[in-house]
C-alpha cells in the first residue's frame, strides 16, 4: 500500500501536474485525481502517467464524477461521460474509485408508502445506478469502492436511517455484490470510529474486496460523544490519537492490502488552516509517516 496525496481533500485547487509535483517534493508514494479537472485542463493523460513514472509515484484514486442519488435525467448525462473519464483513468493507470451510499432515504421518500417500501425503493436506487456505474467501469478495468458515512450529523434527519453503518451494507444492499466483481468498499478510518465499529468490520468482505482507504483523526477538541462529531472537524491522522489510524494500516499491511491510503482531514482542519500548500503538503506527509506501519510510506 501506498500514502497517496489528494489536494481537494485538504482543501487545496491545484492544477493535476502542481499536484503530482507537490506530492513528489512532499515524499507522498502516490496521487489522487479529480478526472473531470483534468479532463478541463486538456491535459493528455500519457504525459500525466510519464510524469508519474519520472517521479516515482503511483496512480492513486479518484472520486466518482456521477451524480447518481438524484435526478434520473441528470444520472443519466453523468453516465454517459463516465466511460471517457474511465478511459482516462485507465490510462493513468488509476483503476479505483469511489462513492458514499446513502446514510438515509431522501427527503421527499416520506410523501408515499410505508417505512419498508420507502427503504426497498432506496435499495432499489442504489442496486440499480451502482451496478450501471460498475459495469461501465469494469469495461475500463476500474473497480469502484462503496462507502458507508459512519457521522450520526452527517444525516438531515428528514428521511429514514438507511446505511449508517459496515454492518449495515450487507442487510440492506446485499444483492449489490452480484452486479459486478470490481464492486467493493472504501474504508474510512474516520466514519468507522463515529459510528462505533471496530477496525476488523472494514476486513469484513477480506481485504481484496478493499479498493480505497481513507484516515483522519479527531482534533482535540473534538466532543467524546461519538454522535457529536461533526463531519467536517477533523485532525490529520494520529494528531489526537482517538482514532487508531496506526493500527487499521497495520492490519492493512498484514492482510496484503496493495492500494493507495488518502489522508482526508478536510479543509477546515485547524492544524493546516492558513499555510501555504508546500506546508501542508508536508504537514500531511509527516502525519501519514508517524501511523504508518513501515519507516515511511
Not at 473519464?85 to 410505508?114: F, I, K, Q
Request: with cysteine; charged share 25%; net charge negative.
Amino acid at each position: 500500500m501506498f500514502s497517496s496525496f489528494n489536494a481537494r481533500a485538504l482543501g487545496l485547487t491545484l492544477s493535476t501536474l502542481e499536484t503530482i509535483e507537490l506530492a513528489s517534493a512532499a515524499g507522498f508514494g502516490g496521487v489522487d485525481f479529480l478526472m473531470r479537472e483534468l479532463r478541463a485542463e486538456q491535459v493528455d493523460p500519457r504525459a500525466v502517467r510519464t510524469r508519474l513514472e519520472d517521479l516515482g509515484l503511483k496512480a492513486g484514486a479518484w472520486s466518482l464524477p456521477v451524480d447518481w442519488r438524484g435526478d434520473a435525467a441528470r444520472f443519466a448525462e453523468d453516465l454517459e461521460q463516465l466511460s471517457r473519464y474511465a478511459e482516462a483513468a485507465s490510462v493513468l493507470g488509476a483503476s479505483r474509485t469511489g462513492t458514499w451510499v446513502m446514510p438515509e432515504t431522501l427527503a421527499n421518500a416520506g410523501l408515499d408508502g410505508d417505512r419498508a417500501s420507502i427503504l426497498a425503493s432506496t435499495a432499489e436506487l442504489h442496486i440499480e445506478r451502482l451496478g450501471a456505474i460498475a459495469r461501465v467501469l469494469a469495461n475500463h478495468g476500474v473497480r469502484l469502492g462503496l462507502e458507508v458515512i459512519g457521522v450520526e450529523s452527517f444525516r438531515s434527519g428528514r428521511g429514514i436511517p438507511f446505511v449508517t453503518r459496515l454492518a449495515e451494507l450487507d442487510l440492506e444492499l446485499g444483492a449489490i455484490w452480484q452486479e459486478s466483481t470490481n464492486l467493493g468498499i472504501l474504508v474510512d478510518g474516520f466514519h468507522l470510529y463515529a459510528a462505533n465499529e471496530e477496525i476488523e468490520a472494514g476486513f469484513r468482505w477480506g481485504v481484496d474486496r478493499i479498493v480505497w482507504v481513507h484516515v483522519a483523526d479527531l482534533p482535540a477538541s473534538s466532543p467524546s460523544d461519538r454522535s457529536a462529531i461533526q463531519d467536517h472537524d477533523r485532525g490529520l491522522p494520529g494528531e489526537n490519537g482517538a482514532i487508531d489510524t496506526a493500527q487499521l494500516l497495520k492490519k492493512l499491511a498484514e492482510a496484503g492490502y496493495s492500494g493507495p491510503v488518502t489522508a482526508e482531514p478536510g479543509a477546515k482542519c485547524r492544524s493546516i488552516a492558513g499555510r501555504s500548500a508546500k506546508e501542508i503538503a508536508r504537514l500531511v506527509a509527516s502525519a501519514m509517516n508517524s501511523v504508518w506501519p513501515q519507516p515511511t510510506p
